[in-house]
T-cell receptor, first 117, second 118 residues
Framework: AQTVTQSQPEMSVQEAETVTLSCTYD???????LFWYKQPPSRQMILVIR??????QNATENRFSVNFQKAAKSFSLKISDSQLGDAAMYFC??????????????FGKGTSLLVTP | GAVVSQHPSWVICKSGTSVKIECRSL??????MFWYRQFPKQSLMLMAT?????????EQGVEKDKFLINHASLTLSTLTVTSAHPEDSSFYIC??????????????FGDGTRLSIL
């Protein structure tokens, strides 16, 4: 089974600064997808960014970007210009590849991000 | 965008009762839906994969007779917690992916159900 490891239970960043959340995963597959989800106190799961393993270019969504190192099986999330609204639990997730919708997400344990004024 | 509706959002009931949670895909068809469970300050753990028109696939350690899953149509899956006890109190979240989309389409999550058993 694929495992996802988030080694930082908690992180803190000052408003307007940059923070990086780490994620590593273990898999023997070559085709897969990686995601970062944000879960605020409302507990709604919000997709932040996704990366296809076959793409070498790192994904970027506005202030959010990833550093995808396939050989190292690393998938970190960088949040630039942090805002108070970024405070939440962040989960890294892995999904097997293929168009089959029958593959569930494997989640890491999460990183709680605190943003201070 | 695609939306998944989950109902109810919060339920409190007495020990021994059964509780049904609904998960609907509102603007797409989902042959497969997923049910997750999340304890406070923990991650989401997959309970089962719900397959339209067939039996659900349960993860190891999840009691299929306790957590009944029915996926009778391409837009609706239900999770019934039978004879619920306080240890079943948790946050339950469903998700689904548009099976007609590209492989990189993400899963869409319902807003979750907070279940409290007294």
């Amino acid at each position: 089974a694929q495992t996802v490891t988030q080694s930082q239970p908690e992180m803190s960043v000052q408003e307007a600064e940059t923070v990086t959340l780490s994620c590593t995963y273990d898999t023997s597959e070559s085709d897969y997808y990686l995601f970062w989800y944000k879960q605020p106190p409302s507990r709604q799961m919000i997709l932040v960014i996704r990366q296809e393993a076959y793409k070498q270019q790192n994904a970027t969504e506005n202030r959010f970007s990833v550093n995808f190192q396939k050989a190292a099986k690393s998938f970190s999330l960088k949040i630039s210009d942090s805002q108070l609204g970024d405070a939440a639990m962040y989960f890294c997730a892995y999904r097997r590849g293929g168009s089959n919708s029958g593959y569930a997400l494997n989640f890491g344990k999460g990183t709680s991000l605190l943003v201070t004024p | 965008g695609a939306v998944v509706s989950q109902h109810p959002s919060w339920v409190i009931c007495k020990s021994g009762t059964s509780v049904k949670i609904e998960c609907r895909s509102l603007d797409f068809q989902a042959t497969t839906m997923f049910w997750y469970r999340q304890f406070p300050k923990q991650s989401l753990m997959l309970m089962a994969t719900s397959n339209e028109g067939s039996k659900a696939t349960y993860e190891q350690g999840v009691e299929k007779d306790k957590f009944l899953i029915n996926h009778a149509s391409l837009t609706l899956s239900t999770l019934t917690v039978t004879s619920a006890h306080p240890e079943d109190s948790s946050f339950y979240i469903c998700s689904a992916r548009d099976w007609t989309g590209e492989g990189n389409q993400p899963q869409h999550f319902g807003d979750g159900t907070r279940l409290s058993i007294l």
